[in-house]
């Protein structure tokens, strides 16, 4: 197993999108290793910039402080996330939806914009419209891309790697993460459980792994994973793990899993992904995979 | 999309990375790696108690230590090796500043993963060890990535912000 993997190895870790993101290359010489993971960081960087809720200059903030109605021109990446955002919205029916930013503020997860007209609670994804490099918002509404970013900056920062010749590394931004190479690959899965005698763990391909769960937060009151069909915070004290060949869809998956269970079948299979999902109890049920 | 899931018997992982610090780079390693080419020259501060408050009141975080690990770079800007402290452990890291004094890069020099307390305890490792062939499972010598919920490097963020006030306050008077 380990025989496929080459021997030399540069890891580097940075503080981005309020996480660690951690970038491994192996079997590259050090200087190019080390360049290739310039450009993947300046890539996770670049989708920190653009569709971070907090900065002002970001494009989600421009679009937030726009008039109502007025087209507002912003970034091909930021366009693709909407997109898919959409996509993820039209097929889980609203359980997914970017415009739960009003409600995270209101609970305090997410500070207030600065110079936004409030939110429209009756604002949801329908809302925002897409032209080829401008957004349109037609209802005040706050948007969080805190559940499908992340798994983009990775995709991101994977296609930089690529692109520098990188064969076999792996990109892992606070627990959601892509291999490059085809493994197999192992992933601990951290349940935040304690006690527990066994460790889930994953063997993948070349793929994304991502993992929720609102146990983490299970010390607080708020919890920032929303059904937003229904406007509830969800999970109770499950834990979703996807796997999907893209890290924009494992990330955002895990939500719909958390939300939708079993359901999420259809949907997870829509995306050649599948899906762990863990009982408060520890019982795990797998979603979306073909039994042979 | 094919995965196969596995669980492994908690102690098949005593040896394994996730309860071992992950070293990225080395001071100088990162010193050469976020000034490439130019020539850095140590300029050690020891922060006054009367710094020490200033810092706490402008950013709001507290001072680890009066000892400021500061290197002057030759082509403008400063390099400085500081830690915060996570969750359980230090972490160490560095911060570039441009000659402005602007953020230009930071990087995580070491972390210690954390994964499950059980697993992180080290008495309870310490029970099985010599067990691993046990193992009924042929993994690689351990599992180095995780997939887990999101935790927050804010710590670092914070040690950042109260850097950033440390060259406010006392680098940037530092007479050249």
Known sequence: MTSSCPSSRVERARPLLGTTVKVLV?????????????????????VHA???????????????????????TVDAMTVEVLEEARQLAEMSGGVFDITIGGQLVRDGLLPSPQGACPPDPSAYWKDIELLETQVCLHRPLWMDLGGIAKGYAVDCAVHALKEHGVTHGVVNAGGDLRFI????????????????????ALEVGEVAVATSTPRARAAHAAIPHRDALHRL?????????????????ADALTKVVLALGTQSDAMLRHYDAEAYLQSPAGEWTCIGQVIS | MKSRFLLIPAYALVVAAPVQATVYMSVEQAQAQMFPGATLTPDFVTLTPEQVKAIEKASDVNVLSPNLK??????????????????????????????????????????RETYG???????????????????????????????????????????????LATYDLVLSKQPG
């Open chain 1, 50 to 72: 653009l569709m971070s809720f907090h900065e002002p200059a970001s494009d989600l903030s421009r679009l937030h402080r726009a008039p109502l109605g007025e087209r507002v």
């Open chain 1, 233 to 249: 915070p969800v999970g109770g004290d499950l834990l979703a793990t996807v796997v999907a060949p893209r890290c924009v869809h």
């Open chain 1, 181 to 200: 190479g085809t493994g197999p690959h192992q992933v601990a899965i951290d349940t935040m459980l304690p006690d527990r005698a066994n460790i889930p």
């Open chain 2, 117 to 163: 307390d059980q697993v992180r305890n080290a008495a309870w490792r310490a029970q099985f060890t010599g067990k691993t062939h046990a193992a009924p499972l042929k993994l690689g010598t351990d599992i180095q990535n995780i997939s887990g919920a999101t935790l927050s490097s804010r710590h670092i963020t914070d040690g950042v912000k109260r850097l």
């Open chain 2, 70 to 111: 500061a290197w002057r770079v030759s082509t403008g800007g400063w390099f400085i090796a500081d830690q915060v402290v996570g969750k359980h452990e230090f972490i160490p890291f560095a911060l570039a500043l441009d000659d402005k004094g602007a953020v230009k890069s930071v990087e995580i020099l070491e972390y």
């Open chain 1, 26 to 46: 192996q079997g590259m010489d050090a200087p190019r290793a080390h360049a290739a993971i310039d450009k993947a960081f300046a890539q996770v960087e670049r």
